[in-house]
């Protein structure tokens, strides 16, 4: 490391770290346009892996990617009561097309509930054609005052799902299966982010939503971030598009539907979540390059060596990437690759191949050791492994050691306002508690079970609530 | 088949034809607002494995992905005058963001050299960070009075790559590669398309390019579609951003730039290139489901044997889909998959289980026959090589077959006109000829040298003009 601090230490000012650490590890700059993010080649191959991670998940569960428009007919929005009232305010407005005003004008969507049941309620004719399984990638548009790179954009590329179903209880069990087989398996197995599943309260759902599940998650500082959300829509987008299916008896039945989206938001959390005051650490299992190997002087021996290795460890299946870039000073490459965050650097010079090793330099644990050049390839997957377990050891063991079990709404204040998680019983805390956190910018993250669970209702016995301050 | 034709015959109206057959085969729908799409799964599963393969082709030339906002301030279309005149009527313009008037309307992308250039401008400092190698995936927006379904519409999906290099030549070089390795060898090798590669005319250059490379082929029907391009863009944006690097020698240096798109305008051509009366015919190679076993009736046997031939066709590498959905009478599923063009069907019913076989439907020649259940696997990956085979060389004997080598406009317009091409010296031609072809909707597609390469230069002596009606 440099002397002076690359980044801005944690503890001196997180919200500055965070700026450095984007700005320097090269993830994003903003764009021109107000709350714009321009993504640049490393932070958009984060993306890359988490989206074909996801991409791969969301397919296993029989559901289709598809595409719909990006301009929404104004008067569209305005169908679902709720829904408009939620969006309205962040909603950028095209008024002008092909260099007249147009005669309607379109929104930018900021989610696709609407253009999509206009499709569904023309694709969905009979019990048949259910359940009816939807994802697309797309970008989305939600004006956004007080802007922040991948938290708060006003644009922000995700993944939307949407389904129909025949019944409430198909819709319920699948909106469920996606919150935990496809996020927080993601989020677990391969961010290595300890999430806390559980249920919106009233307050906190989705515009338009009957129930919403999500995953929490407590970044560096104690705060939370809502990492996605899987939500039951019920029928309210189903009465306002009319999408209606032939049942088997013959009767004519509203659909009952699902939507969930996870976002470029989670670049965000990874930082917040893994980062420290030498940069980012990726998860091995979610890194696009897993192993930089480094020539540190452009020595021909040295050179072929790290190309060699480069071409063992990629026969290994490991994502190997051969820094030979020796007219960069090898200090500026080192302290590059640990802003990034790649999980191991393999650092090899002409003393090294001398003696027949390489310094290995572990981002995850920290700390460096020279270890013999051929034990490499056969060694470095389960180093991998185990630092991906480590990472979520790590944000397990945070999130633990930061979360009160409290039994007043002020002492849930108290922890949210002081950096951590309080845990209060709903029976307790209830919508007036609610109201009252919200005073102080303490929101309640969601409600789970006494065992972990989710619950299965809002107002189940022995729900748990729990609230932080949240990004 | 069934006995009224599901598709309006291309011979009795070709327009009409496309359009059904990307409404039956349900590759697409219009979108709400004038000029959108929406992409069904079946044809958003072609765009995924154009990506897949694309994608790949162009990181193998040390292209990263990375991602630019959607929203350009106006005021930045102005800087390259070409640029702004040829997009200024296009344009989709945000004026309200968030509930409010905005001071600056923000324009939605055409294309994003201009905000690419805004990033480029401060990410290349010096000869070290050049060639900078960049794409995207995205969505543009361009108003279409016309539109058609994938051909023209006001909403479509493309990447597009945009580079800096310290040199003229090594951005003409660029720009060359991409044209023949990228965009030329996908279209051969995957799409199994004829196209003809050449340069554009100084009229049908992009606007604010200095050169413009492009592929053209043609469609079923004898008119011509652009089907991708490559574009040296000289200094003209480096100009307008003021992108400079500091060179070896110590001098400022403007960059020379290349941009590059292929976009989803590649679904049609495919239909339009190789569909048929009955439907689309996928190539096998792009195919997302290359072969589909179809059980004709619910029997258990038969239903045990697709299920097993399935796995067995998996484990061989195929891309296969069982069709056990016998709720739905078989007839109407062998038309739908005809329709939607999977190269191979394989039929099994309670009969052909008797007698160890199955039926054997080839969708690209054609005809069907029944093979031994056991030879199947074995059999279907060289069936699927030589069908490939055969679409690419039929629509090269189209192509050749349909284009007249002629001496005068007169003869290139009456070739054009009755639905081929036609071949003219560019000395003969010239751009007054150009002009002339031009009162009769014929546009010169591209030059090419005698030899069939792609000329050195627009005026290059030898030039032939490739003339045609063009989509």
Redesign the interface.
Known sequence: MAKAPVLTPRADDFPRWYQDLITKAELA?N???RG??????YG??L??RMQQEMDTRIKETGT??????????QS?LTREAEHVEGF????????????KELEEP?V?RPTSEM?IN??FS?WVQSY?DLPLL?NQW??V?R???RPRLFLRT??F?WQEGHTAHATYEEARDFAAHIHREVYEDFMANVLAMDVVPGRKTVKERFAGAINTLTLEGMMGDGKALQMATSHELGQNFAKAFNTRYLSRDGSQELVWQTSWGSTTRMIGALVMMHGDDHGLRVPPRLAQTQVVVLAIKGDEAVLAKVRELGDRLKAAGVRVRVDDRT??PFGRRAVDWELKGVPVRVEVGPRDLENGTAMLVRRIPGGKAPVAIDSLVPLLPSILEEDQALLLTQSRERRESRTAEVATPDEAIEAAVSGGWARIPWSTLGEEGEARLGEHAVTVRCLVAEDGSVPDSYDAPGNVAVVARAY
């Open positions: 700059d764009g021109p346009v714009t993010m321009v993504i640049r080649p958009y191959g993306w890359e289709q990617n598809a595409y719909f428009p990006l301009l929404i007919p569209y309205a305010p962040e909603l950028a407005v095209v008024t002008h097309g092909g260099g379109a930018v253009i206009a499709s023309k048949r939807i797309a970008n548009v004006w956004e005052l006003s644009e590329l007219d960069i």
